[in-house]
């Protein structure tokens, strides 16, 4: 066993060197943004001979990066994530109810600027596949963007005793993939669907906080009805 895991090491850190150069990472990233690409068009009914024909590379090159195409398209929605989304999640010392508007500010133009990646996403995320990869990694990183803010609720000491802050940020994940899933149906109109986001977020919220941020959040409320309302 020690033998095998050494080897499989070896074996990793040797794939990791060959691909070190601006050269091989600039061909990953090309990979990559084919597979989103051909994600999108194709809806994911390719296989990694026609991904390395469009991409220009030898299918050998393709295993020796990724171990499958599930790897592969995992690794192509993660990148979307870190470097689009992850970065612009903002930073400092806000109003928590600023932040958790701002954060949905910039997910929902994200969502906007490729509506086609996004439509393609959700219906991975509300597959009958249950045990995807991919579908594992979208809802760890909706999950991962709320915690940032329910762990300062529970820091504090804005957060109901009773409130269990994972559960919560699983049940808020869910719900926001259902909300972005009826505007790709074409129930809602670009316009509202920013709105209509931080209006079910902070309906989630308002049952779950305490203190002077109930009584912000409830007025906020009322604030974002009245502006759905005029969208309709």
């Known amino acids: 066993m020690a033998e095998t895991d050494t080897t499989e090491r070896t074996s990793a850190s040797a794939r990791t060197s060959r691909y070190a150069s601006d050269a091989m990472a600039e061909r990953r990233a090309r990979i990559l943004e084919t597979a989103r690409q051909m994600l999108v068009e194709e809806g994911g009914k390719f296989t990694m001979r026609d991904l390395a024909k469009r991409s220009g590379v030898a299918l050998a090159t393709l295993y020796n990066i990724f171990d499958s195409q599930d790897e592969l ?3 192509a929605v993660v990148q979307v994530f870190e470097e689009r989304i992850e970065n612009l999640i903002p930073k400092g010392d806000g ?3 600023e932040l958790i508007e701002r954060q949905q500010e910039l997910s929902n133009a994200e969502i906007l600027r490729v509506p086609a990646y996004a439509k393609k996403m959700l219906a991975i995320y509300f597959s009958e596949d249950t045990k995807s990869r991919i579908r594992d990694i979208l809802h760890g990183q909706a999950v991962a963007g709320n915690l940032r803010f329910l762990k300062r609720l529970e820091r504090e000491g804005a957060l109901l005793p ?10 808020l994940a869910v ?4 909300i972005i899933t009826r505007w790709a149906a074409g129930e809602m109109s670009d316009e509202s669907l920013l709105p209509r986001q931080k209006y079910q977020r902070l309906t989630f919220l308002a049952g779950a906080v305490t203190g002077p941020l109930d009584t912000q959040i409830k007025a906020r409320l009322t604030e974002l009805k009245s502006e759905i309302a005029q969208l309709r």
Do not use: P
């Open 95 to 97: 109003s928590i109810l």
């Open 73 to 75: 398209v995992a690794q």
């Open 175 to 178: 719900a926001a993939y259902a």
């Open 162 to 171: 009773w409130v269990e802050v994972d559960v919560l940020a699983s049940d």
